[in-house]
């Protein structure tokens, strides 16, 4: 069973309006939430993350929002540009069986046009 | 300074042979770990070293797989024998601290099992 899901497997954006990626999860035992982007060929690359203590954060363009009662997250790319066309991975982070590892969603291929 | 290194970057063998797989990790990151991305499904964790420690390996698949690293700093992944559902992308990534999720990540390695 999926512990961090991803309904949406696709989104398409016009450059310069927002991005919005969504996230589900399951365990309330997870302590990060974290965004990676990857792009083709190349590994996943650390975007944003946010502490479960905390609700939001945000860092430039970017912004992750918790909600912990609805087990949602949620990342907001304002304004989108057309780099940001990549596959973004929604991650959770939990320590259990002695080693803090990640749990990953199955992604969106985000793609903004110009 | 040089990021997590893969080799080889793709490979493709018949059910039953044998692979190889290496990641040099970022240098002074103890931590070392091994994801797989089956086609179409989520990155799953694999296993994970603390130096030359096996930390976690409740994600290898099944004894088909042996994770080594020897002196703590290269690991490799063997598989052996190769079967169809090994197919997928391995990555490694590796981090300093573990506490947060953040993850440094390889390009990746394609196995593909004809």
């Known amino acids: 069973d999926q512990q961090v899901k991803q309904n949406s497997p696709s989104l398409s954006v016009q450059e310069g309006r927002i991005s919005i990626l969504n996230c589900d999860y399951t365990?309330?035992?997870?302590?990060?939430f974290l965004w990676y982007k990857k792009y083709p060929a190349e590994g996943p690359t650390f975007l944003i993350s946010?502490?479960?203590?905390?609700d939001k954060n945000e860092d430039g363009r970017f912004t992750v929002f918790l909600n912990k009662s609805a087990k949602h997250l949620s990342l907001h790319i304002v304004p989108s540009q057309p780099g940001d066309s990549a596959v973004y991975f929604c991650?959770?982070?939990?320590?259990?069986?002695?080693?803090?590892?990640?749990?990953f969603g199955k992604g969106t291929k985000l793609t903004v046009n110009p | 300074e040089a990021g997590v290194t893969q080799f080889p970057s793709h490979s493709v063998i018949e059910k039953g042979q044998t692979v190889t797989l290496r990641c040099d990790p970022i240098s002074g990151h103890d931590n070392l770990y091994w994801y797989r991305r089956v086609m179409g499904k989520e990155i799953k964790f694999l296993l994970h070293?603390?130096?030359?420690?096996?930390?976690?390996e409740s994600g290898m698949p099944n004894n088909r797989f042996l994770a080594e690293r020897t002196g703590g700093t290269y690991s490799t992944l063997k598989v052996q024998p190769a079967e169809l559902e090994d197919s997928g992308v391995y990555f490694c990534?590796?981090?300093?601290?573990?506490?947060?999720?953040?993850?440094?990540f390889g390009e990746g390695s394609r196995l593909t099992v004809l």
């Open positions: 990534a590796s981090t300093i601290t573990t506490n947060t999720g953040e993850l440094f």
């Open positions: 365990n309330s035992m997870f302590d990060y």
């Open positions: 070293f603390v130096k030359e420690s096996k930390q976690d």
């Open positions: 991650a959770a982070s939990a320590l259990w069986g002695g080693s803090e590892k990640l749990v």
């Open positions: 946010i502490s479960s203590i905390k």
